[in-house]
């Protein structure tokens, strides 16, 4: 009996510190946002002439860390040197997550990390093993500055001759951050990246910043190791997929299937509109179409006008951004392993198959269930959330199911209602970037520790029950 009851409080133990992670990242980043809020509420951080409202400093400080991008006042004018340093630290933040600056602050400061915090570290970026945390936060931070440098880098070939030398970068820093941290928010204006439809390599650089950062740091290290065992060894550079670790395999070839799926599409259903794509050459068609497939999935910028979008471009992008990015990276939404797993789930089922199975492997029974219930509570919040916002404005319901979209997939995408939100509809699309950006990561550690730690020998009784 007495080893029966510890085991049970062990279970107990475990579980209760699951909770405890969920509530300490639900927490920080309630507790960032108040902070941004309350910096951005200072008369310093607006330009002069120009008062801030305490909801509008809460709705930036919570688009800013949530890396979500929706504006209730222009970026660009509206802010002043300090508020866009302010707003430019807090997207750093949150695209780095609450935890990680907080270790990176402990290791600088010389600190230990406790058991507890490496059992935190664990849970939040749902690793196997406790061992080398600081390390693995190490890794975490130095991709990122790394990253954003190059991107930077790339962005002054266009912006130093545009606007000068301390305004070139300023800007390219400040665009190179947005870009990886998925933000999505810029300071170049209100027509965003629209300017620049045509331009290769701000095209480039934005698509592969917004690819890096959505594709998740596990996938990023594994190509890194894979990479590193090829070296030397002649002939086996060719299969270098196949040593990659399934969660790779299943990010990238999800990621490639939507980015040129949707890209094509894009094409295909904006070719002939005059509003969009319609007057552009050949080339400009198939850099503006890529674009909006990649910066649909939570990145938020904009190089076409999202108000001249066909229905058809508009269901797609409702779709894409809905999915989002890659786990463990700085994107939203309900994340591609969780699409690409339900969609296998359907596929097997479909074929009378009792296993899930990809790439030579079966998926977890665990994977399945969490990937269903992240997908059926984030529709939950969009419905939601659309029907919130639906009774405190007047807008047409596509453009509200797009807002709503756009703030639970942290992707900063708008057909233009923004900025006429009211009061109540600034807290719902607060509340839903909030949610978007804590929801699928605290949902999937509460879960996956509590099925690592239930009871497998306990089963009940089956009977059937009519479907369909």
Not at 141 to 152: D, P, Q, R, S, Y
Not at 371 to 388: E, K, W
Request: hydrophobic share 50%; glycine share 12%; aromatic share 8%.
């Amino acid at each position: 009996m007495d080893m029966k009851f510890r085991k049970k409080s062990i279970v107990y133990t475990k579980v209760q510190s699951s909770l405890s992670t969920a509530r300490i990242i639900a927490l920080g980043f309630a507790g960032v946002i108040l902070l941004g809020g309350f910096l951005l509420w200072l008369p310093v951080c607006s330009v002069p002439g120009e008062h801030t409202s305490f909801i509008d400093a809460l709705f930036t400080a919570a688009t800013s860390v949530c890396v979500t991008g929706l504006v209730t006042v222009p970026t660009a004018v509206h802010w002043s040197t300090v508020g866009k340093i302010v707003i430019l630290c807090i997207i750093q933040l949150g695209g780095l997550g609450v935890i990680a600056v907080t270790v990176s602050a402990m290791l600088l400061l010389g600190r230990r990390i406790t058991l507890k915090g490496r059992r935190v570290i664990q849970e939040t970026y749902n690793l196997d093993t406790m061992a080398g945390m600081g390390n693995i936060v190490r890794k975490i931070v130095v991709c990122t500055l790394g990253a954003e440098l190059l991107g930077a880098v790339g962005y002054s070939f266009v912006f130093i001759p545009e606007f000068g030398w301390r305004k070139g970068i300023w800007q390219s820093v400040f665009t190179s951050i947005s870009a990886f941290c998925n933000a999505g928010m810029d300071i170049l204006g209100e027509d965003s990246l629209i300017p620049y439809v045509g331009n290769p390599l701000v095209n480039g650089v934005t698509i592969m910043l917004i690819v890096s950062g959505g594709l998740g740091f596990l996938v990023w290290w594994d190509l890194y190791r894979v990479w590193k065992e090829g070296c030397g060894r002649k002939g086996r550079q060719r299969h270098w997929y196949a040593r990659l670790h399934l969660h790779s395999k299943l990010v990238l070839a999800s990621t490639a299937l939507l980015i040129l799926g949707g890209g094509i599409l894009f094409l295909l259903f904006e070719y002939g509109n005059p509003d969009t794509l319609g007057s552009m050459t050949w080339g400009t068609k198939i850099q503006a179409a890529l674009f909006q497939s990649v910066t649909t999935r939570t990145a938020g910028f904009a190089s076409v006008d999202q108000g001249m979008l066909s229905d058809s471009s508009m269901v797609l992008t409702l779709f894409l951004m809905f999915v989002g990015g890659s786990p463990m990276g700085t994107a939203g939404g309900v994340k591609t392993t969780t699409s690409a797993i339900l969609f296998l789930a359907i596929i097997a089922y479909l074929k009378g198959k009792d296993d899930t199975e990809v790439f030579q492997r079966k998926i977890k029974e665990q994977s399945i269930r969490t990937a269903m219930v992240v997908t059926g509570l984030g529709f939950f919040c969009l419905l939601a959330g659309s029907i919130a916002l639906s009774m405190t404005m007047k807008a047409s319901f596509i453009d509200i199911v797009y807002e709503i979209t756009s703030a639970l997939g942290t992707v900063g995408l708008s057909r233009g209602i923004t900025s006429q939100l009211p009061l109540a509809g600034k807290m719902i699309i607060i509340v839903n970037m909030y949610l978007g950006r804590i929801g699928p990561i605290t949902l999937a550690t509460a879960i996956t520790i509590r099925a690592r730690n239930r009871n497998q020998n306990v089963h009940l009784a089956e009977e059937h029950i009519l479907i369909g």
